[in-house]
């Protein structure tokens, strides 16, 4: 239609897309879909984290790591506001999650075992997620792109507090390095296995791309994240759990083997070590909280009635 | 033990318990906005522990560090008020709980803003500040809570019942407050009991709630003396560095 | 790691594991003879754990106790099944877990009743009278409580649903078992699994349960791979050795 | 009336009353309140302990701990059931228990806060309930003696398990040595109060000992109690915590302080450290456990329709 080419035309100039201006619905509909997803990420991301709060073995990490965890429960809170901005409420959108209906990024289904877990979820998994989230900065709808501005700020002081704890373990007892590199073996392959299959498998890309909310391929940030992280497990003295890894010289970057993609779908099937622990968690939180949002309700409600009779 | 290390563990001790069991609601409060109060809470607690173990681990002199502090000492030598180690039974225990340790965490820190302290002093007008918001937000739930469904009013009212003969042991004071009173170090401290009842009073009142009439004051947690909760909460917090008493973190 | 002693530990792990589970529930049970019979069958199971660690400690010959074994390894060096260190959500959990481990326990220490190494197959032989009245009482009360109330029958097939996923660890098998079956020390254990599958296909449908379909297998115990929850089981069971790492008890 | 002198008389000769002979209403309520009062003490004394098996620190006291808290069931069990024998149901009994109308042994309210109060409690608790036990083994009401046989003989081993707790304790680091003292001096004088008040200030001391209910003076049991435990304390090297204990050459027994009384009465009236965690914690097992039970009976009620239906 007429409306879809001038709106296409808006995203090829760069321009940005606000909360009140027309959108086609495949647009809305992708954008809701990944935003949520995106901040579910972040409520479900204070799990498998959380889950070393009442454990971290220094006072400051314990400080840092809860600082932590509550800035993932700000980026949901941005992000959920940004769904918002397109006509689906918080409550739609946890209502999803509980039911399992909506996704949640797969890497929180993988447990925490040890402290270096949360040094190499620091490392690791902010590292990936900072490599998928910088592009969409300059993503077209701008509730997203300025959420994910701040987002991003504060997930690359993550990835650094998550190295930061990895160079104290290499840096330790033979324990400790140990511990480290048992954490590295563990979360290396989920890792690769959160930028997504590889672009010819993924369904969504194409249209994404055209509507400027995909700016990379799959591929494109994978082979991005490898180049970067394989020079630092170098430097922590550490070593990546994949025999064909190997410095290409012609194309620059390193060749890689192949992540284990049926693991990846049995985890997106809900097969996932901790899929099922994940999401009673959220759901007893929810269940259990209802007494406490139905007792600020009925407050509120009492405060309009009083207020109505004074005004009466 | 000097009286002015043994004040510091006691207040030490109680924000870090505390900050321990606040920081286990992240991820599982009953609405996002209350993970991410009681993860900034927890923060505050932690810092405000790691000011007071520096006091003290400086005042003793033995070369302690906070850390061997907060992860080398056993159940006995921990000096926190034992309202603090209550279970977070449900999420209506864990906000009374908080809120009457700000009633009486207010006026402290307000009275140790006076100390002839220097760094106790310090501490005080840094703390007093998280203090002031802390209670703000405990205050108004509290409020909206209470006076709220018949549910929500139930819920509070039974962790009032449960909680309240703990406060006492926030307030108790001995000869180690007295010698350092004597001394100077610390203002008179009688006016925090009168200020947690004034603030309690009127806020209880507002939302509706009933103090407990036969409630018996219970404290040991002072010098000591604990509840059967506070060991595993020990028992977690302490397991990774007395795993690997060598490591550094 | 001699094959010998990783089989012992995997052994040993997961009836001291279950056996602290088990135990939690004493004086919380839903009637007085469960409490007996959870206090009764975490005896039985602490006693086994004892005997394996004495083989597998024997075996290693680094001079380690049983204690040490229980008391001074870390989560990664735990060989458990993770299907016991599921935690005690409700009674009706701990009752499906004790029914699934003793399913895969019964034809276990049948089998290696005659196992080719003189102090398993003593052990075997001591034990599987035990696990025999175990295995008749869980039975008895799956079968009860499937076919008992609509309340009953929703909070064990929950369980089930829960749990079935991570039976599989309990009969994962690798190159550990392969080895000593190839020098005869472990008779072969594929009859195992048969006599699971046949043990719970019956039962549970006496039961009127349905056994889940999607009910992917749960594996990584064997190799010290767990779950979120067994740090703090470990945490609280090892808590007072590693504070008094010189004493003796 | 002539019935009551018979069984006054019965009683001063010796003979056993049984379940089914006549017996005064006041005797009977007497054995109903002390046998369900014993029994409550059994199953809430699992508390204390069981709080401990998690926790013990050696497979071996861990067993031991474990088979002495399932002994401890049983004597609930027996008890019970010998209740039962005077017309009152378990069921009636537990709800008195978790209403809080019915009592239990107050020494239960006091926690156990290290491993020593494991030893602590099998010395000086137990010791002191065989003390006011072994008499009871003599007891005018058969089935009450006879569970009281029964549950001597196993209390007589708990005592010797938790004196060797201390012993071990007392021979270890000095760590260990300062945490058997520390139990010591808090189990002390709760333990002197388990024999209740000075005889003078007790109510139902009469009446019961005309019964061949009881035996004995709560005096004379802490006496001996007393003096059976302090070359204990001595030979384990412990000071017990009484400035006025003293031994009196001419009574041939110690001289000690009086309890604190008034401490006794607030715990009684349940304001001791842990009345309301005991009562909370047996609540919470019986009210979470309804479905359990429930379940049975419908189970039950499903085979006798079964039944009935195969024989019509």
Sequence with gaps: ?312 | MDPLVTFCLRMGDTTLILGQQTAAWCGHAPVLEEDIAFANMGLDLIGQTQLWYEIAAQAEGQGRTPDDLAFFRTERQFLNAQLVERPNVDFAHALMRQYLFDAWHLPIQEALCESGHQAIRELAQKSVKEVRYHIDRSRDLIVRLGDGSEESHAMMQGALDALWPYAADLMAIDAVEQALVGIGMLPPLDRVACAFEAETAVTLDRATLAIPGNGHARTGGRTGIHTETMGYILAEMQQIPRSFPDARW
Tied chains: 1, 4.
């Excluded at chain 1, 409600?301 to 005004?311: D, Q, S, Y």
Aim: hydrophobic share 35%.
């Design chain 1, 1 to 312: 239609s007429e409306k879809d080419r001038e709106f296409q035309e808006k995203i090829d100039r760069g321009v940005r897309i606000e909360a009140n201006d027309w959108m086609p619905e495949g647009y809305r509909k992708t954008l809701i879909r990944q935003i949520s997803q995106h901040a579910h990420s972040e409520i479900v991301g204070q799990l498998p984290e959380g889950n070393w709060i009442t454990r971290a073995p220094s006072l400051q990490r314990k400080a840092i790591l809860l600082a932590k965890v509550q800035d993932e429960a700000g980026h949901g809170l941005y992000l959920y506001c940004a769904a918002e901005t397109l006509g689906i409420s918080r409550d739609e959108m946890t209502a999803q999650l509980l039911s399992g209906k909506a996704k949640y990024s797969s890497i929180f289904n993988y447990p925490t075992l040890t402290w270096a877990d949360i040094g190499a979820v620091g490392w690791l998994v902010d590292g990936a997620a900072i490599m998928n989230q910088v592009p969409l900065q300059r993503c077209s709808y701008g509730p997203y792109s300025r959420a994910m501005i701040r987002v991003c700020k504060e997930e690359s002081f993550h990835q650094r507090q998550g190295f930061d704890i990895m160079r104290q373990l290499c840096q330790g007892t033979d324990d400790q390095k140990a511990m480290a590199q048992d954490a590295l073996d563990r979360w290396w392959w989920p890792s690769l296995m959160m930028f997504g299959p590889s672009d010819k498998d993924s369904v969504h890309s194409e249209q994404s791309t055209k509507w400027g909310i995909k700016q990379n391929t799959n591929d494109e940030l994978r082979q991005k994240f490898v180049d970067q992280t394989v020079p630092q497990a170098g430097w922590l003295g550490l070593t990546v759990p994949d025999p064909d890894l190997a410095w290409n010289e012609e194309k620059g970057g390193h060749d890689f083997g192949e992540p284990d993609w049926s693991e990846f779908h049995e985890v997106l099937r809900g097969n996932g070590p901790c899929n099922r622990d994940r999401l009673a968690a959220r759901n007893k939180a929810w269940d259990d909280g209802a007494w406490y949002r139905d007792g600020l309700t009925a407050h509120a409600e009492k405060r309009r009635n009083m207020v109505a009779e004074g005004a009466a």
